[in-house]
């Protein structure tokens, strides 16, 4: 059973929390190479590890994601590190354990856990017990290094949501999720940003959180959040969207937004009704350093229109989905390595 619920007390205090900012594309920026497992580094480079985190509560998160989204044994086989998962996962919490209890204020850590990469029969060959043996696995890693939340993120099917949620129930660890709504204004495997509350209806344990996470451009998840908090308005809802939009120049991924743009974000964001505001893809120290003054400067205002968030942050990717189909899944494809 879970006991604590340590974003309650920090939201008590705070009103609205700041989540960091991406794992990928700074790690990239700090030595990562293309293809290789950014959770690795957690023992090659722990230094490196620190200085991410460091670096995100130096901006003023309150909330530090460990560096393990890619965690399960399914996506560390790929690395042919399967045999590593509580020692990873364990090293991933400590090492921002370290950097939290160090920070002079509270700060969250959270466990992150991404996707198996395995879709789950009927579709694909994974049962749902085998996935819930797997989260499990990662997720007793993350508790013993430390991690107060299992921060389960950038999900597509609900089945998975749900393995990953009684996972960490089993484990003794509190919870949120949230969907990475990228392919025409849903998951990929077809959740609607609406539809996010109910997944785990009827497990022994509530989420502390749900929401929307990665995806495609600012605006995009903005949208999912008016429909998120018009769903259910009083929830904690998160909201962790990409730095502005991603555009391909030659083969690499660059981000349109400026700590201009994602400042103005959080303000949209917490008119929307988040009450946790972060970063995904892109988002550097300096655009969350940019999305802290914003936040404390910001006093709530009336609730924004998708027009309005359009006017201000820039077009929607997704309409045009359908229109950009072979682009938008290799996009995913790089966004998802690294989580951002």
């Known amino acids: 059973m879970t006991t604590t619920n340590p974003i309650d007390a920090l939201l008590a205090e705070k009103g609205v929390l700041l989540a960091d900012g991406a794992t990928g594309t700074n790690l990239f920026a700090m030595g990562l ?47 042919h590190a399967q045999d ?13 354990r370290a950097v939290a209890d160090k920070a002079g204020r ?18 694909g060959a994974m049962t749902y017990d085998e996935a819930v043996d797997a989260f499990a696995e990662q997720i007793e890693g993350l508790k013993e290094g430390g991690a107060e939340v299992a921060w389960i993120e950038t999900m597509s099917a ?12 089993r484990v003794g660890l509190p919870y949120t999720y949230t969907g990475s709504f990228d392919t025409a204004g849903r998951t990929m495997m077809g959740l609607l940003p609406k539809d ?23 605006s995009d998840i903005l949208a999912s959040l008016l429909d998120m908090t018009e769903a259910k308005p009083q929830a904690t809802v998160i909201v962790k969207g990409n730095c502005g939009i991603p555009e391909f120049r030659g083969t690499e991924i660059h981000y349109s937004g400026t700590p ?27 655009h969350l350093a940019a999305m802290r003054k914003a936040l404390d400067a910001h006093t ?26 072979a682009e938008t899944s290799e996009a995913r494809r790089e966004r998802r390595r690294g989580r951002g």
């Open 300 to 325: 709530k205002a009336d609730r924004p229109t998708v027009a309005a968030i359009v006017e201000r942050i820039g077009p929607m990717r997704n309409k045009v989905a359908t229109e950009n189909t």
């Open 106 to 123: 509270k700060v969250i850590v959270a466990g992150s856990v991404g996707p198996t990469g395995e879709l789950l029969v009927p579709l």
């Open 84 to 96: 590593r998962v509580h020692a990873l996962n364990n090293r991933a919490a400590e090492i921002a």
């Open 158 to 169: 609900p089945d998975e949501i749900r393995a990953a949620a009684e996972a960490a129930i």
């Open 196 to 218: 996010i509350h109910g997944v785990v209806d009827g497990l022994a344990q509530a989420p502390l959180g749900v929401g929307a996470n990665c995806g495609v451009g600012a």
């Open 260 to 286: 201009e743009l994602m400042a103005d974000y959080v303000r949209l964001a917490v008119d929307a009704g988040a009450k946790i505001v972060g970063g995904c893809c892109g988002t550097s120290f300096q």
């Open 33 to 79: 190479e293309a293809g290789e497992a950014p959770e690795l580094l957690n023992e090659t480079a722990p230094d490196t590890i620190t200085s991410l985190h460091q670096n995100f509560v130096d901006a003023g998160a309150d909330i530090i994601l460990t560096n393990s989204f890619g965690g399960t044994r399914h996506r560390l086989k790929l690395h």
